[in-house]
């Protein structure tokens, strides 16, 4: 097999990607020829996103709150309508409410479990059935975060909730390979987005220290010696989203400088 994606002409659909890790996922596909529908919840950025990236290729934006079922509906409506179909699925989403364990109530429970837990699970859902009817097999890719093999203090809710990603993962992988829909994960580390910013300014909030000296020790413990950039990430999402990774299914791929320490 040609060492090329093949996505010229696919039909790619990228949450969460008026900015960050899903904006460079969704230039990636773009700049590989596919057909592309960029999604996030907030129409003044999603506009400006698909205003920078139209130069590139195909693009199509479409306002929907992941927290939303009915908008998750309209979400995966409106992707038909604008590409006729889907063959990869690139699900990135928002963030939950940052904090160490005891400061998280009931309800930051409850809305990190619907970001994290339900919204994948059912978006993943009516992709499927989307991808069954096509009868042409298809991708998903599920983005979630280091943080569930070893877990950040200062985003408990990441910690517990992120997990689901993996269970999601392997179930559909087994569930829908014999139909050739291939599902597969990813374990982003530190990627120089807005969400670092914040991550690095609510640690030094929290110790007394500034954003620089949290960013100083961050790049300390990766053994790669920097924060990775969302191009650097995005090259991990083209390869589990298209036939390079023809033969990869049910696998979490860390993309994270080595910074995990565990084994497995
Ligand atoms: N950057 C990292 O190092 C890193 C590492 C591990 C995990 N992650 C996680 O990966 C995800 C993306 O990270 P990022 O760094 O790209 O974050 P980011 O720069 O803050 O971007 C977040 C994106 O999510 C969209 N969004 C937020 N809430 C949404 C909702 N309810 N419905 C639809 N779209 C929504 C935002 O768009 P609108 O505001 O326009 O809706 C924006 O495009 C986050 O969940 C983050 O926690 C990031």
């Known amino acids: 097999m040609p060492l090329t994606s093949g996505l010229s002409g696919a039909r790619v659909l990228v949450t969460a990607a008026s900015q960050g890790i899903g904006f460079g996922a969704a230039r990636a596909f773009l700049e590989e020829g ?3 529908v960029i999604n996030s919840s907030n129409s003044s950025r999603l506009d400006a996103a ?15 709150n992941l927290k939303d079922r009915t908008e998750l509906d309209r979400l995966l409506a409106e992707t038909r309508a604008h590409l006729g179909g889907l063959d990869t699925l690139v699900y990135v989403t928002g963030s939950p ?6 400061e998280q109530e009931y309800e930051d429970w409850a809305r990190a479990a619907e970001l994290l837990v339900v919204s994948p699970a059912y978006l993943a ?7 069954l009817a096509q009868r042409t097999g298809g991708r998903m890719v599920f983005l979630t975060s280091v943080a569930i093999r070893e877990p950040i203090p200062t985003i408990a809710t990441s910690n517990v909730c992120r997990i689901a ?12 390979g014999p139909k050739r829909i291939r599902v597969n994960g ?4 530190y990627i120089a987005t807005d969400r670092v910013h914040e991550v690095l300014a609510d640690a030094a909030r929290r110790k007394g220290t500034t954003p620089e000296a949290e960013r100083t020790a961050l790049v300390q413990q990766i ?3 920097r924060i990775g950039t969302p191009e650097e990430l995005a090259r991990a999402v083209l390869f589990l989203g298209s036939e390079l990774s023809s033969y990869v299914s049910g696998a979490m791929l860390p993309v994270d400088g080595a910074i995990l320490r565990s084994v497995g």
């Open 50 to 64: 698909v205003g920078r990236l139209a130069p590139i290729g195909e693009v199509h934006g479409v306002v929907a």
């Open 223 to 225: 053994p790669l010696g």
């Open 34 to 36: 596919a057909r592309v």
């Open 186 to 189: 990813i374990l982003p580390g």
């Open 125 to 131: 859902r009516r992709a499927a059935e989307t991808m």
């Open 97 to 102: 409410r940052p904090g160490v364990f005891m």
């Open 165 to 176: 990603i993996a269970g999601l993962v392997r179930t559909l992988a087994r569930e829908l």
